[in-house]
């Protein structure tokens, strides 16, 4: 059954914008969460089902409950129907939607000892990203899955493993890393020197048993810690990447390209009880037929495409070696009052192929105000492409006042471009406004 939602009401919840969401837990997550919240909304939606449009009214409690390691997360999603009353039965209708209901139950956070989360995941990442960074198993909420990521660090050696349904074989990723000096040398620097081997693989890219389509990444890395301490961190890092898999093209399987980075890793934690910082900065070599990031936020869009073509399909017309930087900031700032992430992506010689991504949060900066924004630019080539709102970015700005501590009217300005007639591939601007009410609770 073919499901679009046409319409949106002035009361909506979207979680402080969709990008910043999905980043959170393993980007700005990654540094811990205390406390719990507690967010909702109510809204409308018109839907087209069997061939007729019925409307809803909808209710949304999204809470994120932490109890010291322990850290739960629920999503419950109600549609009444705006004549009979009745709850909307094909959102119930199967034993597996009930256990929607939990979005995800973690212990610890990533990079700690032990770290474990079962169900949606909102940002998986393995080693420095390399292969797996940003990944979510959620590309819609009526096409989520039950996901693991389980890690272990025993000092001296450790892995990281990320699963994205626990239902099939599709995405299952590892990684594991050796520390030989530990134990052996007291030296400070040398003596957390880290190797490390990657491998991700999706079984499945198309949902279908009966075809043999899968797509692989083989990496290895190497890590050197410079500083470590409870206030400043920092770490040189080396990866490399190999992709393979099979073709729906000419119906064959092979290797593709690889490439490699060079990166520094600097964390500056807690200062002063203000600033909380992370920053990278990687010097990238990518091959033929090419791409780092493979299993990134997109994946589950990318992966297979109606055209009957993979992700891996579109490796094909990478047909130059290419080199170029890549760059991560993200943390906290006035004590967690404002979150922020961003990346930037270029290669040299390449014009025009910047790539921007930029949210922010701060729903406590100010009393009485929140606000958030999301900005992803693509094509960038000059400073002044990437203050240009065009058909190459896709942005959002929320202002929302306190109407009281937990409840929050927004008014949201979004700007992204739609198609100028039905399968045109042609595309303009258009500019929104939207104003919505959001439930928050932190506790």
């Given at each position: 059954?073919?499901?679009?939602?046409?319409?949106?009401?002035?009361?909506?919840?979207?979680?402080?914008?969709?990008?910043?969401?999905?980043?959170?837990?393993?980007?700005?997550?990654?540094?811990?969460?205390?406390?719990?919240?507690?967010?909702?909304?109510?809204?409308?939606?018109?839907?087209?089902?069997?061939?007729?449009?019925?409307?809803?009214?909808?209710?949304?409690?999204?809470?994120?409950?932490?109890?010291?390691?322990?850290?739960?997360?629920?999503?419950?999603?109600?549609?009444?129907?705006?004549?009979?009353?009745?709850?909307?039965?094909?959102?119930?209708?199967?034993?597996?939607?009930?256990?929607?209901?939990?979005?995800?139950?973690?212990?610890?956070?990533?990079?700690?000892?032990?770290?474990?989360?079962?169900?949606?995941?909102?940002?998986?990442?393995?080693?420095?990203?390399?292969?797996?960074?940003?990944?979510?198993?959620?590309?819609?909420?009526d096409n989520r899955k039950i996901g693991l990521a389980f890690d272990l660090d025993f000092g001296k050696?450790?892995?990281?493993?990320?699963?994205?349904?626990?239902?099939?074989?599709?995405?299952?990723?590892?990684?594991?890393?050796?520390?030989?000096?530990?134990?052996?040398?007291?030296?400070?620097?040398?003596?957390?020197?880290?190797?490390?081997?990657?491998?991700?693989?999706?079984?499945?890219?198309?949902?279908?048993?009966?075809?043999?389509?899968?797509?692989?990444?083989?990496?290895?890395?190497?890590?050197?810690?410079?500083?470590?301490?409870?206030?400043?961190?920092?770490?040189?890092?080396?990866?490399?990447?190999?992709?393979?898999?099979?073709?729906?093209?000419?119906?064959?399987?092979?290797?593709?390209?690889?490439?490699?980075?060079?990166?520094?890793?600097?964390?500056?934690?807690?200062?002063?009880?203000?600033?909380?910082?992370?920053?990278?900065?990687?010097?990238?070599?990518?091959?033929?037929e090419f791409v780092p990031s493979f299993f990134n936020a997109f994946y589950e869009v990318e992966r297979?495409?109606?055209?009957?073509?993979?992700?891996?399909?579109?490796?094909?017309?990478?047909?130059?070696?290419?080199?170029?930087?890549?760059?991560?900031?993200?943390?906290?700032?006035?004590?967690?009052?404002?979150?922020?992430?961003?990346?930037?992506?270029?290669?040299?010689?390449?014009?025009?192929?910047?790539?921007?991504?930029?949210?922010?949060?701060?729903?406590?900066?100010?009393?009485?105000?929140?606000?958030?924004?999301?900005?992803?630019?693509?094509?960038?080539?000059?400073?002044?492409?990437?203050?240009?709102?065009?058909?190459?970015?896709?942005?959002?700005?929320?202002?929302?006042?306190?109407?009281?501590?937990?409840?929050?009217?927004?008014?949201?300005?979004?700007?992204?471009?739609?198609?100028?007639?039905?399968?045109?591939?042609?595309?303009?601007?258009?500019?929104?406004?939207?104003?919505?009410?959001?439930?928050?609770?932190?506790?």
């Amino acid at each position: 059954m073919k499901k679009t939602v046409v319409l949106l009401s002035l009361f909506v919840l979207f979680l402080t914008g969709i990008s910043f969401a999905q980043y959170a837990d393993g980007g700005l997550g990654y540094m811990g969460q205390e406390g719990g919240l507690m967010m909702g909304g109510i809204g409308m939606a018109v839907i087209d089902e069997d061939g007729g449009k019925e409307t809803y009214f909808t209710l949304n409690f999204r809470p994120e409950l932490a109890f010291g390691k322990l850290g739960i997360g629920l999503n419950v999603n109600l549609l009444y129907n705006a004549e009979s009353g009745e709850i909307r039965k094909e959102d119930w209708d199967q034993s597996y939607d009930y256990f929607r209901v939990v979005r995800y139950i973690r212990w610890g956070n990533k990079l700690d000892p032990v770290y474990a989360r079962v169900g949606t995941l909102d940002a998986a990442r393995l080693g420095h990203g390399f292969i797996v960074n940003y990944y979510t198993n959620e590309a819609s909420y009526d096409n989520r899955k039950i996901g693991l990521a389980f890690d272990l660090d025993f000092g001296k050696f450790g892995f990281e493993t990320v699963t994205s349904n626990l239902g099939r074989s599709e995405l299952i990723a590892g990684r594991g890393y050796f520390r030989p000096l530990t134990g052996v040398v007291d030296i400070p620097i040398i003596k957390n020197f880290a190797m490390g081997a990657s491998y991700a693989r999706d079984f499945d890219p198309d949902a279908s048993i009966d075809t043999d389509d899968a797509a692989s990444v083989f990496g290895l890395d190497a890590e050197l810690p410079l500083f470590k301490s409870g206030l400043l961190n920092s770490m040189l890092y080396y990866d490399w990447a190999q992709i393979s898999g099979f073709s729906t093209i000419d119906s064959t399987s092979k290797t593709y390209g690889s490439g490699q980075a060079v990166g520094v890793m600097v964390t500056l934690g807690n200062l002063a009880g203000l600033i909380d910082l992370s920053a990278k900065l990687e010097r990238r070599w990518l091959g033929k037929e090419f791409v780092p990031s493979f299993f990134n936020a997109f994946y589950e869009v990318e992966r297979y495409q109606s055209t009957g073509m993979h992700k891996i399909d579109y490796l094909k017309g990478i047909n130059e070696d290419t080199k170029g930087v890549f760059g991560e900031l993200m943390g906290n700032l006035m004590g967690n009052k404002v979150r922020l992430l961003g990346m930037f992506s270029r290669l040299d010689d390449v014009k025009h192929s910047g790539i921007l991504h930029f949210a922010a949060d701060a729903p406590d900066a100010v009393p009485a105000i929140a606000a958030h924004a999301t900005y992803d630019k693509m094509q960038i080539e000059t400073v002044e492409d990437v203050f240009t709102l065009d058909n190459r970015s896709v942005a959002r700005v929320g202002l929302g006042y306190k109407i009281k501590p937990y409840l929050i009217l927004y008014m949201d300005y979004i700007w992204t471009y739609v198609e100028t007639s039905p399968n045109s591939k042609e595309y303009k601007p258009q500019e929104r406004i939207e104003p919505k009410l959001v439930f928050s609770y932190q506790f």
